[in-house]
């Protein structure tokens, strides 16, 4: 990990001697506006790479976009050289055309533990549900950003992300 090559990728020029969660949310946010979810490689027959070597080089030196594996994988690398208490997190996107979850872990995201509060980072989801910010893990609570105002409500052990849309201005 070149930190200072992602960092040029990303345009990030903050501080980051202190994993604290004003700089997570920093750098996340650089993160998210910098590389694009991109599925091409599925798409176009390209080979499928959990390599982070092969993910840095697509991202960072090809400047390519990532999916959610790609691009979380190599932000779990970019917090944890940092100092960064990380967590890889499978998860199962809900599909509204058939009305339920996928039936198996089909995303990947992250939980960071900073100050014994644990938060949600998912640089890599890629559509409307893509949070802006890291998103404290606590149930039931609202917790606003730009695109919309989320939640997580546990269940029984099992956890959900849901949004509550804004209404657009025309």
Known sequence: ???KEYFTRISY???YGKPDLATLTDIFQHHIRAVPYENLSIHCGESIELDLEAIYN???RKKRGGWCMENNYLLSWVL???GYDITLLGSKVYVPEYDRYAEEINHLLLKVVLDDKSYIV???F???YQTWQPM???SGTDQPQIPG???FVEESGVWYLEKVKRKQWV
């Open 80 to 82: 944890k050289t940092l």
């Open 122 to 124: 998912d640089g890599g």
């Open 136 to 138: 404290e893990l606590i």
């Open 58 to 60: 697509k991202i960072v």
């Open 1 to 3: 990990m070149d930190i």
């Open 149 to 151: 105002v989320f939640r």
């Open 126 to 128: 890629g559509m409307v």
């Open 13 to 15: 020029r903050g501080s």
